[in-house]
């Protein structure tokens, strides 16, 4: 499975990006996908998930600005940021799981997301 983002950049607090992470290779159909960042100094963290059914979950410092969708027919996911705030200054992974209980992730390479005051 390879996971390729895009949509990362620079923008002004309370302007808004779009990230994709368009999945290949063997998917299965019961996945999970999702978008987790790391800011320097920092952890890793959830940012949001969506389950193949469509059901979501979101980290508290997003609710209400982010929003993330997919499209099960171009295994592709998206996460559309709003309202974005300095401190969501960082690089931005996409994650796939091969089920909701899986062990078994991957990976993108990360895309760098910056917002300045």
């Known amino acids: 499975v390879q996971l390729v983002e895009s949509g990362g950049g620079l923008v002004q607090a309370g302007g808004s990006l779009r990230l994709s992470c368009a999945a290949s290779?063997?998917?299965?159909?019961?996945?999970?996908m999702g978008w987790y960042r790391q800011a320097p100094g920092k952890q890793r963290e959830l940012v949001a998930i969506?389950?193949?059914?469509?059901?979501?979950n979101y980290a508290d410092s997003v609710k209400g600005r982010f929003t993330i969708s997919r499209d099960n027919a171009k295994n592709t996911v998206y996460l559309q940021m709003n309202s974005l705030k300095p401190e969501d200054t960082a690089v931005y992974y996409c994650?796939?799981?091969?089920?909701?209980?899986?062990?078994?992730?991957?990976w993108g390479q990360g895309t760098q997301v910056t917002v300045s005051s």
């Open positions: 994650q796939l799981r091969v089920s909701y209980y899986s062990a078994s992730v991957y």
């Open positions: 290779g063997s998917i299965s159909s019961t996945n999970v």
């Open positions: 969506i389950t193949s059914g469509g059901t979501t």
